[in-house]
């Protein structure tokens, strides 16, 4: 069983419900799903498809990183949404403990964002020859999480390093949307 896509149109939908300035940056994402595209699967390259990523805050009020072997960046931890996925929460706790050995037990959401995504992210990737992809987007669906502590184990295949970084770091709205989560008294 996969994630349906009414449950995308929910997570988009409640979303823009709280950001309602990003209903134009969100036009692709809306176009692969009134096209009807498969956008769960990673297959589908017409625009592109669906991710999932954890956006983990510490006691410390820092943002978990990962530096990503194929793209070469420092990104949150995340990735495709695979058959077996339910739900786009339950495929960002899954990305997670599959890149950074985090497992979903020792993590919490934060209870005002619930199921709804603290971002979500339209980014531009770029084509694999080797794998046989063309150039597509990723609409990455960005879940807040909270540790109290972690032992990262980073998964070598995907991943080469790990760093707990000051919201500063990030992109402007999503530190903006991380702050009330990594504020004093969490």
């Known amino acids: 069983?996969?994630?349906?896509?009414?449950?995308?149109?929910?997570?988009?939908?409640?979303?823009?419900?709280?950001?309602?300035g990003e209903a134009v940056g969100m036009a692709l994402l809306l176009h692969a799903l009134d096209e009807k595209h498969d956008i769960t699967s990673r297959k589908e390259f017409r625009i592109g498809h669906a991710t999932a990523g954890a956006a983990v805050v510490d006691p410390h009020g820092r943002v978990l990183m990962i530096r990503h072997k194929a793209l070469g960046t420092w990104l949150l931890p995340g990735g495709h949404i695979e058959p077996e996925d339910t739900s786009l929460l339950g495929a960002s706790l899954r990305e997670l403990e599959e890149e950074t050995g985090i497992p979903w037990q020792q993590v919490t959401s934060p209870p005002a964002l619930g199921v709804i995504p603290v971002d979500i992210d339209i980014h531009r990737i770029p084509a694999n020859p080797e794998k046989g992809e063309p150039e597509h987007y990723h609409f990455d669906f960005r879940y807040a999480h909270l540790v109290d502590s972690a032992d990262v184990r980073l998964q070598l295949e995907e991943v080469t390093g790990f760093a707990w970084r000051a919201l500063s770091d990030l992109p402007?709205?999503?530190?903006?949307?991380?702050?009330?989560v990594a504020g004093a008294g969490r």
């Open 1 to 20: 069983m996969t994630i349906a896509e009414s449950e995308i149109r929910y997570a988009l939908s409640t979303y823009l419900d709280r950001h309602p």
């Open 172 to 180: 402007v709205g999503l530190a903006g949307r991380l702050a009330p």
